[in-house]
């Protein structure tokens, strides 16, 4: 079945079967998926348990009712952030990435065994986390923002050190293998699946150095006992370096399979293949710059660098409109040529009965909504009405629980049954799954959204909550409501995935064409790495460097050193 | 490179769109004065003896100004013993009308303090003091939430406001 070709030179090209993986590639990215997933299994069926105990209504009909295996609310709360959004997401797209470059590039990649040592390294963090969230419910229950004081058990933090080390490997690999391809076809411009890829794993790269910064140097040590004092304030700067730049990291594999994949799904070719270039660069180098709008309210940071990073947060909106247009543009013509007629007729056209189109559409549809909310948020005055409040839950499971999970769970429809060999189990349940999860998450952000700018804080047991008015608990009920619809969603997904990898009974038919190669012209600018990458060190250190001071300072002047003898004890 | 007739369009509506965002941002900081918190002084939350956080309470600066010092710890506010006994979600009276000031600092984990309908919203970061001033016009009671997790209690951490 795997065919190596000779050309260009002695260049390891493999020309891969459309319904099949060879087998390296089997194993590789089936690994990946099957222990994403697997993350995700335990993550997402969490979600509604949380949804049910945080509505007043659930807790008085129910008042013994527990959560299954995960008992203790923030323990459960700290699984369902760390298994879906760090390690679910990452391993996939490791995965996801590893997939799409050896396909769009038709060649091996870079370093087959070193891909293997980062999937091994992340699964030990997984397997790390679990084990730590399992035997040590109080302490390792920091959430997956894991900000100090509250200090986690040392296996805690070595379980996110070996995941972000297994995504450094990843994106050493994905970004080594596009510059071996682009030496040998000089002169071409890289397909726009790996073009996305390699500016997602750029920006990773650089962001991620705060987080490591922070968990090597001041939490792994406070947790082994080694230092006694942390400073509270530096973490959260440290962590937001890294954390808006997280939720692109998330966005854009979801982005790689809608700009490539769906316009092949719907049949039509994408609007504008170089303008989704500058929006992939755009979300790259504007991506660090921006993340003091996390920190809006905190008290160590200056009203002066808020408003900085609220600028170029503006600008970073601007690649999310760019995709509107071009995404927009892109489905018409699709919509259009199916039948579609009128002014919004050709949206009626579009493949709505198959799940893998379904995802992505539906997807779309919640990130609209997810960007309206997060437009608010990011206005730095209304953002002090919603900080904090049930409202940011809402945004977020219908950006990161809405088109990323949704899309990535659409891309799993499809490679899940190329990896298995057979066909999905059941089209029409998948179906069902979509729409359940598209109506849930827009359940779910709604009554979120609303319990929040009726008070209800985030990240809380507010079924017991004392402080509750009835607008709060009204809401909150309608979020357990949605929870119940998701519940069904994820039983569905689970089911269906697990009984096409126990074995469907008929043969693949269907897999996504995959593009090989960039439409003619790319203006050359796109193609300089080399610059681009240097614009985004270079707008990071001016927009992090004065922020992390004055993190560092006291009022009275600059004292790099005070935070550690002044700092704040470990309790 | 070619950019589309209704691509330029549609990219020209998005900047005046965040334009007006911008805007909109600068008004409501210049005009009326809508603020975020900034840095105001460090302190050490093992020793806070020599700062007004050593005595919290609600103190009158004169007219209908006011400046409320209150500690965060887990689970509760301490807004002084006006606001009733250590332990008990506080209660806090303010005449209708009245601009307070308030000065948070945590003694422990991270908190958070956030007042029903009023613009206050703050991160209560340990070693640091959070500041925001808002006017109480209308009678009646408003929670004080804490919106940040701060460990097993944090669902009952609360407090009142009273305009009275
Ligand atoms: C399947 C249905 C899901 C339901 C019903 C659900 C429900 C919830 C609820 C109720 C909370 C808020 C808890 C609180 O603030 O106290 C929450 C938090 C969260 N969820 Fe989900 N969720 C679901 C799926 C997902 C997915 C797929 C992702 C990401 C891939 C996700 C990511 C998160 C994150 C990051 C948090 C924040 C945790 C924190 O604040 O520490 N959720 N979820
Ligand atoms: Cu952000
Ligand atoms: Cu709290």
Known sequence: MQATLEKAGNAPAIAFPKLALVKDERALVGAHMITAFSALAIGALLGPFQAFHRAPGFVEAFPDAAIPVFSYYYQALTAHGTLNALFFTFIFISGFSYFMTGRSLQRKLWSLPLAWVGFVSMLLGLLAMLYVLLTDPQRSAVLYTFYPPLIAPPLFYIGLVLLVLGCWITAANVIVTANLWRKEHKGEALPLAVFAAVANHWMFIVSSVGVAVEVVALLLPASLGLITRTDPQLSRVLFWFFGHPLVYYWLVPAYISIYTLLPNQTGVKLFSDPLARVAFLMLMIFALPTGVHHLFADPGVSEVNKAIHTFFTLLVAIPSFMTAFNIGATLEAAGRARGGRGLFGWMATLQWNDPVVAAQLIGLILFMMGGFSGLIQASAQLNITVHNTSWVPGHFHQTVGGIVALTYIGIAYWLVPMIRGRALFSKKMALAQVYTWGLGMMLFGHTMAESGLNGVPRRSLTGISPFLNEAAKFWLNGAAVAGVILLISVILLLINLGATLIGAPRPVTDAPTIDTRAPERVPAILNRWGVWVGILVALTLIAWLPVIAEALSVTEGFQILRWLPSGVPVP | ?164
């Open chain 2, 1 to 164: 490179m070619h950019i589309n007739r209704y691509e330029r369009a549609w990219l020209t509506a998005v900047a005046v769109t965040l334009g007006v965002f911008a805007a909109a941002m600068l008004v409501g900081l210049l005009a009326f004065g809508i603020r975020l918190p900034s840095p105001v002084a460090r302190v050490d939350p093992n020793n806070l003896a020599n700062t007004p956080f050593a005595k919290p309470g609600l103190k009158s600066l004169g007219g209908a100004r006011y400046e409320l010092y209150a500690t965060a710890k887990m689970w509760q506010f301490d807004a002084g013993r006006e606001a009733g006994p250590l332990g008990v979600p506080p209660q806090i009276r303010i005449p209708a009308r009245s601009e307070v000031t308030f000065y948070v600092t945590s003694l422990d984990v991270n908190h958070g303090f956030y007042i029903e309908d009023h613009s206050i919203n703050l991160e209560v970061v340990p070693g640091q003091i959070a500041r925001a001033t808002v006017t109480f016009m209308q009678p009646g009671e408003y929670k004080i939430i804490c919106n940040h997790y701060c460990g097993a209690g944090h669902q009952v951490m609360y407090g009142t406001v009273i305009v009275e």
